[in-house]
Nanobody, 125 residues
């Protein structure tokens, strides 16, 4: 069974940066997309950024494009979400997700087969 474990959340100041990590445990060879979602209090879980595990495609939501990106360490099976120029609006619980499907709608939560438990990011002004 695939398990996703996030780490790296915490407190950051507006304009600062953070890196979240998602380590993949278990039989990961069928995973084709790794992505990050977030959920702020009172809001729905939303897509943030994603990366095809082949490295051939990436996507980010409009709200984070140019500030956030996903990178991969294939040797360690770790996928990082690098976040720059943080704002209080980025405060949320961040979730790592994995999909085994070859063609997905990046932002569709139902397209992802595995989820981590989440890590809190709080950005103060």
């Amino acid at each position: 069974q695939v398990r996703l474990v996030e780490s790296g959340g915490g407190l950051a100041q507006e304009g600062g940066s953070l890196v979240l990590s998602c380590e993949v445990f278990g039989p990961a060879r069928n995973i084709v997309v790794m992505a990050w979602f977030r959920q702020a209090p009172g809001k729905e879980r939303e897509f943030v950024s994603g990366l095809a595990t082949t490295g051939t495609a990436q996507s980010s939501s409009a709200s984070v494009k140019g500030r956030f990106s996903v990178s991969a360490d294939y040797d360690r099976n770790v996928y990082d979400l690098q976040m720059f120029r943080l704002s209080p609006e980025d405060t949320a619980v961040y979730y790592c997700a994995a999909s085994t499907r070859n063609a997905i709608d990046w932002g569709a939560r139902g397209a992802y087969d595995y989820w981590g438990h989440g890590t809190q990011v709080t950005v103060t002004s």
